[in-house]
């Protein structure tokens, strides 16, 4: 089974650089990216450490395994479904990382409050209702509802999952999102935060998907 080994490999580097980041523990936490017939998944209860690229499963966007020796992950609804929702996504990242699993447990919507949140989560990041972890169909659902347009979702007393194009942007927005998560909580502590507002979000948003790094950001002054 050699199809998509270099997507699988991509994909296995994430979650053992999640891992290393202390983003995941023991198996919590799964990692997808998208394939023409449906998405690559990590397989349930594999050590990360030993994981090849042969232990990764394909699975349909309707859920079923088409190929794979093993179980594919218990929270692989998640990842379809927001695959279903968001035909812009290309990888979907879930993990039970410290700030955003504390942040979860507020249950609020985490206002866009710095500029890599604008930049890179391009939104607010609203928290999920809760639902047991073994509900898997219920928690897919309500992730997917209330990830709506952002790269970056927190699910309620249980962790969050970040998104983007490919493998590299959705590890780059897990990394934000647990940043601002952490600033989230800080600035909770020390008083209210005040939010980006709307126009300036969507502005730095595509800035940095159209103009960042290029002449028309216009950092080179115009004569
Ligand atoms: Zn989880």
Redesign the pocket.
């Known amino acids: 089974m050699n199809a998509y080994r270099e997507l699988k490999q991509a994909v296995i580097d994430a979650c053992l650089t999640l891992q290393a980041m202390g983003y995941i523990i023991g198996t919590?936490?799964?990692a997808s990216a998208r394939v023409p017939e449906g998405l690559i998944v990590t397989p349930s209860r594999v050590d990360y450490a030993t994981i090849t690229p042969d232990d990764m499963m394909v699975v349909s966007l309707d859920g079923q395994v088409l190929d794979g020796h093993r179980i594919p992950s218990s929270?692989t609804s998640v990842h379809r479904l927001i695959y279903n929702a968001r035909p812009d996504v290309g990888a979907v990242l879930?993990t039970?990382s410290l700030y955003a699993s504390a942040a979860s447990c507020l249950h609020e919507t985490i206002p866009v409050i710095v500029e890599e949140q604008s930049q890179v989560i391009g939104a607010e990041i609203a928290c999920s209702e809760y639902v047991p972890?073994g509900q898997h169909l219920a928690l897919g659902q309500v992730v997917a509802k209330a990830l709506g347009g952002s790269n970056g979702v927190l699910?309620a007393n249980?962790?969050s999952v970040a998104c983007g194009r490919d493998v590299a942007d959705a590890l780059f927005a897990a990394q934000v999102l647990e940043r601002v998560a952490q600033m989230y909580l800080l600035t909770r502590a020390a008083g209210s935060p005040v939010p980006i507002p709307d126009e300036h979000v969507r502005s730095e948003r595509d800035r940095w998907l159209y103009k960042y790094g290029t002449m028309a950001d216009g950092t080179v002054a115009q004569s």
């Open positions: 919590y936490g799964n929270e879930h039970h972890a699910l249980h962790g």
